[in-house]
């Protein structure tokens, strides 16, 4: 029996991964496989209960588990927090705790919501993109950093850092992943102007190599950020640094449609992953049933491929979220004006999910 810790955090993170684990369990068990849950706390709900936004025997239980399924962390009631002690330190402590050095968004548009992008439909019908974001190195985690006095003027300071073996490992993955797709990487780098991505330049070309199967083609991240709106369609695999990626995963994903519909996951050596939709923990409609689940749901399927290797499963539940959505169910944030009043909450979306895996 697979153990999968449950961190369901703040705002909507309860709401949405309380219908991702029904969904995931019920997946499973059609398949006749048996997950056991152990729930947690992680980020904001953390801090009020223990004082940390993650306890050590949480990062030990989840090394001795099989994945993580994360809702959300952090909201405006821990803003004035100091910084080491705000819930987004607890999601970045696990991920390095863990060693989850890749993060994986996929960027699909669902045929049924191609009218839901704030691009017109024929620019982003067909989009199927991956980002692959290095997730324990640059800005985030270099040192030295802080803030100080430095002549009467308050001066703050971070290190952008990368080594070599660290760029290699990340590139790995995007070429791999790759090969499962149409065969072609952008790196994403600011070589004209910082010395750390013209060292990915040459270690990305050096791992190219090995994969003459997969073209390579490097992109600055500004022109890329302007394509990526003007063209989606043009790309295959993202690969990214941390900061690159934290940005350009977020554009993706409302290139789509809604940052509702996207999933994540961060994963590390030997199956370890965590998995957690891209939407953020969205305070303001926290408790309301209003939440679209859709993306922790997604999420709960990159679980099944990545750590379960049970591809059939994920296929399963990705094929029932596309019948709820070909059958004109909408959350809110999917809805158009003339849908709103038939909206359906968190829990019927949910509900609807698990109906689909049964046809």
């Not at 099989?66 to 819930?87: F, H, I, Q, S």
């Not at 703050?156 to 590139?171: K, S």
């Not at 993955?173 to 780098?189: C, D, L, M, P, S």
Request: glycine content about 10%; aromatic content about 4%.
């Amino acid at each position: 029996m697979d153990r999968i810790v449950l961190l369901p955090g703040d705002g909507i993170g309860p709401e949405v991964t309380r219908e991702a684990r029904r969904v995931l369990e019920a997946a499973c068990s059609r398949r006749g496989r048996k997950l056991e849950f152990v729930e947690e706390l992680i980020g904001g709900a953390s801090l009020d209960a223990r004082g940390t936004p993650l306890a050590d025997d949480v990062v030990r239980l989840a090394r001795q588990s099989r994945a993580v399924l994360l809702g959300a962390v952090g909201g405006p009631k821990w803003d004035a927090a100091p910084v080491d002690r705000r819930p987004e330190k607890g999601l970045l402590r696990i991920r390095k705790e863990l060693g989850l050095f890749a993060n994986l968004r996929p960027a699909t548009v669902f045929p049924a919501l191609a009218s839901a992008s704030t691009l017109r439909s024929e620019a982003i019908e067909g989009i199927d993109l991956l980002v692959v974001r290095e997730l324990t190195g640059g800005l985030y985690f270099g040192e030295p950093r802080g803030r100080a006095l430095v002549d009467g003027k308050r001066e703050a300071r971070n290190t952008l850092v990368y080594d070599e073996v660290e760029i290699a490992r990340i590139a790995r993955v995007a070429f791999e992943a790759a090969r499962g797709r149409r065969r072609h990487v952008t790196h994403v780098h600011k070589a004209n102007v910082l010395e750390v991505s013209q060292l990915w330049v040459e270690v990305v070309d050096e791992t190219a190599r090995r994969y003459p199967d997969v073209e390579l083609t490097h992109q600055l991240v500004d022109s890329c950020a302007m394509l990526l709106v003007r063209d989606p369609r043009r790309f295959d695999v993202m690969l990214t640094e941390n900061l690159f990626g934290d940005i350009l995963s977020d554009e993706a994903a409302m290139i789509t449609g809604s940052l509702g519909m996207l999933p994540s996951a961060s994963l590390g050596e030997g199956g370890m992953g965590l998995y957690e939709p891209v939407h953020g923990s969205a305070p303001d409609i926290a408790g309301k049933d209003v939440a679209n689940p859709l993306a922790a749901i997604l999420s709960a399927a990159m679980l099944c491929e990545h750590s379960l290797g049970a591809k059939e499963v994920a296929a399963d539940i990705r094929s029932a979220v596309t019948a709820v959505l070909d059958a004109g169910h909408r959350t809110a944030d999917l809805a158009t004006p003339g849908q709103a009043q038939a909206a359906v909450g968190c829990a019927k979306m949910g509900a609807l999910v698990l109906a689909g895996l049964d046809r």
